[in-house]
């Protein structure tokens, strides 16, 4: 059974830092494209960070780009997201997400082309 796990949110103020980690079970995370995804209340899920596994290329969205940065740990079967400069907007429920339907292409990913996601952890930037 496929299982991906979040953690590492939390409340920061401005200008801070947070890693989250993405744990998966069952899969090997280095055989499949991994996105990082958000959504804040009243807004759609939209992608941070998608992690090609074909190439190694990775994709960010333009609001996080030079601020964020998605790395992968093949022998702890982990991905993260380290995010500098927090600021208020990067507030938001973080998902991470596995292509276990293999159609993900990272520069244009969109939410419903993952077929596994995890629960989400929570990111609140505030002072």
């Known amino acids: 059974q496929v299982q991906l796990v979040e953690s590492g949110g939390g409340l920061v103020q401005p200008g801070g830092s947070l890693r989250l980690s993405c744990a998966a079970s069952?899969?090997?995370?280095?055989?499949?494209?991994i996105g990082w995804f958000r959504q804040a209340p009243g807004k759609a899920r939209e992608e941070v960070s998608c992690?090609?596994?074909?190439?190694?290329?990775?994709h960010y969205g333009d609001s996080v780009k030079g601020r964020f940065t998605m790395s992968r740990d093949n022998a702890k079967n982990t991905v993260y997201l380290q995010m500098n400069d927090l600021k208020t907007e990067d507030t938001a429920n973080y998902y991470c997400?596995?292509?276990?339907?293999?159609?993900?292409?990272?520069?244009?990913?969109?939410?419903?082309?993952?077929?596994?996601w995890g629960q989400g952890t929570q990111v609140t930037v505030s002072s």
């Open positions: 992690l090609s596994t074909r190439d190694g290329y990775t």
């Open positions: 069952g899969l090997h995370l280095d055989y499949y494209a």
């Open positions: 997400a596995a292509d276990t339907n293999n159609v993900v292409l990272c520069h244009r990913a969109h939410p419903l082309d993952f077929g596994s």
